[in-house]
Structure formats: C-alpha cells, structure tokens
C-alpha cells in the first residue's frame, strides 16, 4: 500500500477573493439603510440566508461603514 501525499496549500495563503452577488449587496445594503451596526444575531441570520461566513458579514458592515465616513 502506498501513501500518495499531496502538497498542502501554506497556512498563510488565503483563499481567492470571492465578491458578493448582487442578490447578497442588495440584502447586506436593505439592511445597512436599517442599521450600519447589526447585531450579532442579525449578522448570523444574513450569513445563512445568504450563504456567506458570519466573519464575511461582519467585514462587509465594517468595510461599508468606513466607506461612508
């Protein structure tokens, strides 16, 4: 029996950058329009309607509100 080992990707190389669907800026700016601060609970619940991480959602919200200062 052979063991085949193939290269495991760095741990410091991200994963390509993937941009928000339409659909999802639509949703992520509704909601934005409500409240630039969402909660916890309110970034959870996008990020499983939506198919995205928590994390994404909240670098989203962030992301957005820096761009509007």
Known sequence: MTLELTPAAP???KGKRK???PH???VLNDIYLK???PSTET???L???LGMTPRTVQI???NK???SR
């Open 43 to 45: 970034r959870n619940r």
């Open 65 to 67: 509100r820096q761009a």
């Open 11 to 13: 741990p410091h190389i």
């Open 35 to 37: 409240t630039a601060f």
């Open 60 to 62: 989203w919200f962030q």
């Open 24 to 26: 999802q800026l639509k």
């Open 47 to 49: 990020a499983r309607e």
């Open 19 to 21: 941009r928000a669907s």
